[in-house]
């Protein structure tokens, strides 16, 4: 036994003194007034301060969190410059040339301080401003770029690319010929931060009521007593008020469900819209959003949400954070109309006697005449309702190029374009128009139709298509392999539960082969969504040389986060949980972005390359639950990682 | 600067847990900035949430399992998983021991998973029990014990030398 190898060891295992020190002065910096105005708010305010020093060590911890997924740290940049990041005297100019290393920092943490969804020419301006080169645009004819616009530092470039002229993604390369990889993951943190997130939606419910008073014993009166009451914080589930002390609201925070630490509410919030769509609109007609715009808007977002045939306690669910006032109801034969006013346009859903949802409608406020929204195709049948031939005509040319994903098939099928941009083609059919929008010039990655009774433009969405129910076909999922708790979906469509895990695991349950052979085949227009999920993420898993290995695609289910992952790689590797061809279906858990993509998952389902289930081991929703990692009180993940190799891993 | 309950401020929590913090990242990492990244989040979350010890086993069993959450975390994180590193990589290694000896015991307890090197480092170098390793890690003894065995079994086949008894 040679114990004192391990002490010589464990003596050699000691950090540097620097690094002390510096943990200590980061705790400082976020602990101690930082100037004579600060120390004059803190004594003026002193539980504000307490909450404000909060915010500031929750953001420290944030950062630190960011930089510690990315590899990327202060400490990381002091290497750079060691004296002038240890030196607790004022920092003086650097004047230094960056290293690589430095300038590979500094275009990361520019890049932080982008947020996706953020004004396109507002974010290369931001890295401009922080120290990236002049900018290169698509639209130069000089160069041959992949993406709307890069910056440059040094020898790293950051590729941006935008939708409807707001950042959609950011990626980095390594000049001159790297692999750009992407940076920012698809975290959204406005309306889409809010899909599928029962508490976010609450929260959001809850502003919508107390954003008409001013005070606190308003708020109090309005919403009842918080669940928890601290100093001038009440807090509502995920939503929380500050107050001055003389009782006046100061502002509202709701807690990022991606991110996991609150944040200022912002308009974006409520209006609960998909801008890069309406954005569109305003760039077309130069339209300032009014308030049938907004109206609409919210609207369409709640509809989003909505599919035939779902309970009419989940559609009622949704309208109830939109509208203010409880809807008017009105008995029809087969059921019951509920109208919801949203200001400038009102809500129709039709419910029948089953309280399922029969349609959604919507209409000017106080108008007779309603739009169609849902469903779109079988109006005409379902309601007697008759639009135009012109109307007829536009779906119809719609259903003919609905598959193409080119501009160039489009227009193969419908011909020239009455107008044509660099995102968009319209077509005219009478009074009636389609849309084409495009990515990168042509790739279609969505259809509009303008509606002249609301002037104003909608998506044209197969969520709102009544299609037959599918036909049985040879590739249904037999339900041989299945773990026994996914059983019990076999033949059930997702809109029949009212869970978000049951959802998921309906909609797991009728994966079939043909979804399998799309996903390997045509990645791209793999499901999105597939049944009731949300697409969060999609993207390739590429290896040192280019080739890829894997494709990923991530759905949300309220909390629940489904992954679907195939092998695409031709080398035999060991190592991965599923061989060449299969693909993985699994549930993780982001207990909150702090985490990371730490996430242990679940499987669920394993098709092969033949479009036969594997087996895999069966488990319960409890032990799914439990994949939740709460960095508060630490557990050890390998606790439910050791269960999930023992599922199949 | 806050105190936690044990009236300890965080210099003297560092000072006396640095070095099972830093040597505990150091096993379970590969690059130098990683763990430093680690060594401060580890404190700094310390500061932040000041948890509440009932005593100084308790206190390093806390940050025992938030270094090794952390770790695990940066080892998993889209950087580290998704990213191809650069060949020049290694210029950030982590550690360099004082003879050839400590760096292949070392680097052959780092080629372990991490199911068997976590008990190996905690057992072997911080100089746990069994039992406490066991509590710290949230798993029984006899799971302990188990690790150990196909570690050290591990290990032996490997350095042919009888470090891990």
Not at chain 1, 265 to 283: C, G, K, M, P, T
Request: hydrophobic letters at 35%; charged letters at 30%; proline letters at 4%.
């Amino acid at each position: 036994m040679n114990r004192d190898i391990f002490r010589s060891m464990c003596s050699q295992l000691t950090p540097d003194e620097s690094l002390l020190q510096r943990t200590l002065q980061l705790a400082e910096e976020h602990d101690e007034p930082k100037d004579e105005e600060s120390e004059q708010a803190v004594r003026a305010e002193p539980v504000l301060k307490k909450r404000r020093l909060g915010v500031a060590v929750a953001v420290l911890a944030l950062a630190l969190g960011v930089g510690a997924v990315f590899g990327i740290t202060r400490l990381n940049r002091k290497e750079a410059a060691p004296e002038q990041a240890l030196d607790k005297a004022p920092a003086q100019p650097d004047d230094r040339p960056l290293t690589d290393e430095g300038y590979f920092n500094k275009a990361v943490d520019a890049a932080y301080q982008l947020e996706l969804g953020m004004p396109f020419g507002q974010a290369v301006d931001t890295l401009v401003g922080l120290g990236g080169e002049d900018p290169l645009f698509a639209d130069d004819p000089a160069d041959d770029l992949i993406c709307d616009a890069v910056v440059d530092f040094g020898k790293y470039r950051l590729l941006l690319s935008e939708q409807s002229d707001r950042l959609n993604t950011v990626e980095i390369m390594q000049l001159p010929d790297g692999m750009a990889f992407e940076l920012i993951p698809v975290t959204y943190y406005t309306a889409r931060d809010l899909v599928g997130c029962r508490e976010t939606d609450e929260a959001i419910g809850k502003w919508l009521t107390a954003r008409k008073y001013t005070t606190r014993s308003e708020i109090t009166a309005a919403l009842g007593a918080p669940e928890k009451s601290s100093g001038l914080t009440d807090t509502y589930g995920w939503i929380r008020f500050n107050y001055f002390e003389d009782g006046r609201l100061e502002n509202a925070e709701i807690r990022s469900q991606l991110l996991g630490y609150w944040r200022l509410l912002r308009d974006e919030d409520i209006q609960i819209v998909d801008d890069e769509v309406y954005a569109e609109n305003d760039a077309i007609f130069g339209e300032e959003k009014n308030e049938l715009d907004y109206s609409i808007n919210s609207a369409m977002y709640c509809l989003r949400f909505m599919s035939p045939d779902m309970p009419a306690a989940e559609a009622r669910k949704i309208m109830a954070f939109a509208a203010a006032e409880k809807p008017k109801v009105k008995s029809r034969s087969g059921g019951t109309t509920e109208t919801y006013s949203l200001g400038g346009c009102d809500v129709i859903l039709g419910i029948t006697d089953t309280e399922k949802l029969w349609y959604a409608d919507i209409s000017k406020a106080g108008s007779d005449t309603s739009t169609p929204i849902m469903p779109l195709p079988s109006q005409k049948e379902l309601f007697g309702m008759d639009r135009s031939d012109d109307y007829t005509d536009m779906l119809g040319a719609w259903y003919s190029v609905i598959d193409c994903r080119t501009r160039e098939s489009v227009r193969a099928v419908l011909g020239e374009p009455q107008v044509s941009k660099r995102t968009y083609d319209v077509y005219s059919f009478g009074n009636e128009k389609l849309m084409v929008r495009f990515a990168f010039e042509s790739k279609v990655v969505g259809f509009m139709h303008y509606d002249r009774q609301l002037d104003h433009w909608f998506e044209l969405s197969k969520r709102y298509t009544t299609e037959a129910p599918a036909q049985p076909d040879d590739t249904e999922p037999s339900g041989d392999n299945f773990p026994e708790m996914l059983k019990p979906y076999v033949g059930h469509r997702s809109s029949e539960y009212d869970t978000d895990f049951d959802r998921m695991m309906a909609d797991v349950a009728n994966l079939t082969a043909a979804d399998r052979d799309v996903f390997f085949d045509d990645f791209e227009s793999f499901g999105d969504p597939i049944g009731s999920g949300l697409l969060i993420s999609s993207f390739y898993g590429a290896k040192n040389d280019g080739t890829v290995h894997s494709q990923t695609k991530y759905y949300r289910y309220g909390p629940y986060m489904l992954r679907i992952w195939g092998n695409v790689d031709e080398e035999p590797n060991e190592e991965l949980p599923v061989k060449y061809g299969q693909l993985l279906v699994s549930v993780e858990r982001w207990g909150n972005l702090d985490t990371g993509w730490v996430a242990p998952y679940v499987s669920l389902r394993i098709i092969s390359e033949d479009g036969t289930d594997l087996p895999v081991e069966s488990h319960t929703k409890e032990e799914i639950d439990e994949l939740a990692y709460i960095i508060e009180d630490p557990k050890l993940l390998d606790q439910v990682q050791d269960r999930n190799e023992s599922f199949g891993r | 600067m806050r105190e936690t309950e044990n009236s300890m401020s965080l210099g003297e929590v560092m000072q006396r847990y640095k070095q099972t913090v830093y040597g505990l990242a150091m096993s379970q990492l590969w690059n130098r900035n990683e763990v430093w990244d680690v060594f401060q989040e580890v404190f700094l979350t310390y500061f932040r949430k000041a948890p509440q010890c009932e005593n100084e086993q308790a206190l390093r069993a806390w940050l025992v399992r938030t270094t090794l959450n952390l770790c695990r975390r940066s080892n998993k994180s889209s950087w580290n998983t998704r990213v191809e590193k650069q060949e020049n990589a290694g210029e950030n290694e982590a550690v360099e021991f004082s003879t050839r000896e400590e760096s292949e015991v070392f680097s052959a307890l780092r080629e372990l998973k991490e199911k068997y090197r976590v008990p190996v480092y905690l057992f072997y170098f911080e100089e746990m029990t069994v039992a406490q390793t066991a509590e710290v890690l949230g798993i029984s003894q006899a799971a302990v014990k188990m690790r150990l065995s196909r570690a050290r079994r591990l290990l032996k086949k490997r350095l042919e030398g009888d470090y891990f008894e």
